[in-house]
Every structure is written in C-alpha cells, then in structure tokens.
C-alpha cells in the first residue's frame, strides 16, 4: 500500500506546467556574491530548470533527484536525500531550489543541517524555503508543527512546511549567512538564503 505522505514527484511536472523558476532572485543572489566556481550541484535539480543560470557561475555542475529527469548536468545522481544523502566535499557551491519545504519541517531542518555539516569550510549554500507569510497551502491537513499535507489542486499530496526568518538564522548556526531576503506572489513567498559554511 502506498503511503499517503508520499508525493509522487515523477508527475510533478506535467501537473505543474507553469511552475515559476524563481531565476530572478537566484540571478541577483549569484551576480551578488560575485564569485565563479569550480564544482557545483543542484540537490533537487527535477529538470535543470535552473541550469542555464548556474552555468554562468560554474564549471561544472553535478545534479541529485529522487527522479531521473534527465537533464543535461555533468554528473547526475539519483536518490532520496532522507536516505541516501549526497556526497557534498567536493563542491564549492551547493544550490538547491524548491526541495527542503516539502519535508516535514524537523526532518527538513535535520537535511539543511546536514547538509552544511557536509560541506568544506567556505563552500557557498543557496536555497529557498517557504515563508511563514504564505498561507495558500496552510488550508491542507496538519500533519506536524508548522507542516501541512496539500489535500487539493496540483500540489495534492505534497507536503509543504515554512520558517519565520530568525528560525532560519537560529537553525543554521554553521551557515554564516551573507544574504536572506523574502520574494515571490501568494503561494510561492519564499525566503531566499546565502551563505558560506564557517
Ligand atoms: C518542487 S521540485 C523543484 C525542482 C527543481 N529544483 C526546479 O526548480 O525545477 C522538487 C524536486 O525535489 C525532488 N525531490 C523530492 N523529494 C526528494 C527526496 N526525498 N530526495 C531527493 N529529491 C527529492 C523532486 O523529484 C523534484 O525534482
């Protein structure tokens, strides 16, 4: 029997034809810091969407999903990062777009800790997480604190959690964060975050 907390992502693009990219915010954050990279991945990176701009900032870019999507990264690995969680030394930059909200938030706070424990000293961390501020997808089921379970629309199925902005700084202590800004329309308020492991 399947279990009802587990989204299947292999549709998500189909049912969510217009999902927003969000290279605007990505955009000023990498041309902000300034820097070219040597080795980056996309945890995350469904279908490369967000590709073309990290190939601006980076030689190589390696790219990690539960699904094959098949996209056009240097690398790509394929797992579940509650399980199989990627091996992160090796880069200096480390993006990931629209994945950790849609856990529950202390798994997701586990992940994002990780995730910075993973990293060298001076490797640079992008990612975005739902804003406290975005009700569209609080009208779903609770499921556990300040986390919901989507029971209509495209999104039925997924679970999308959200941080208030001192959660984020408090929660990350060995991310010294350099940028931390609040973009996008209703259901799609996100927290956009930078920084570099210290
Ligand atoms: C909302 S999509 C964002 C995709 C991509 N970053 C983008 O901006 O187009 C979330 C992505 O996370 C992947 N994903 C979901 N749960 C995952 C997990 N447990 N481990 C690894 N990837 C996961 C999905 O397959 C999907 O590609």
Redesign the pocket.
């Known amino acids: 029997m399947s279990n009802p907390l587990e989204y299947d992502?292999q549709s998500?693009y189909q049912l969510n034809s217009d999902?927003q990219?969000h290279q605007k915010e990505y955009e000023s954050l990498l041309s902000t810091l300034d820097k070219f990279y040597n080795h980056s991945i996309?945890i995350?990176?469904?279908?490369g969407?967000?590709l073309s701009l990290l190939s601006k900032y980076s030689k190589i870019i390696d790219g990690?999903?539960?699904?094959d999507y098949d996209t056009s990264v240097n690398h790509f690995y394929k797992?579940?990062?509650?399980h199989s969680f990627p091996e992160l030394s090796t880069y200096d930059l480390v993006f990931s777009?629209?994945?950790f909200h849609?856990f529950e938030k202390k798994t997701a706070n586990d992940l994002i800790v990780r995730m910075i424990d993973s990293v060298q000293d001076g490797t640079t961390i992008i990612f975005n997480l739902h804003s406290k501020k975005d009700s569209k997808f609080r009208q779903g089921l609770k499921i556990s604190k300040d986390s919901y379970l989507c029971e209509s629309g495209n999104e039925s199925g997924q679970i999308h959690c959200f941080w208030g902005k001192n959660e984020i700084i408090q929660s990350f202590k060995n991310l010294k964060i350099q940028y931390l800004f609040e973009s996008g329309k209703e259901g799609y308020k996100c927290w956009y975050v930078a920084g570099v492991k210290v």
């Open positions: 992502w998500f999902y990219t996309d995350g990176c469904g279908k969407r967000h990690y999903d539960l699904v797992g579940d990062i509650r777009n629209g994945l849609h």
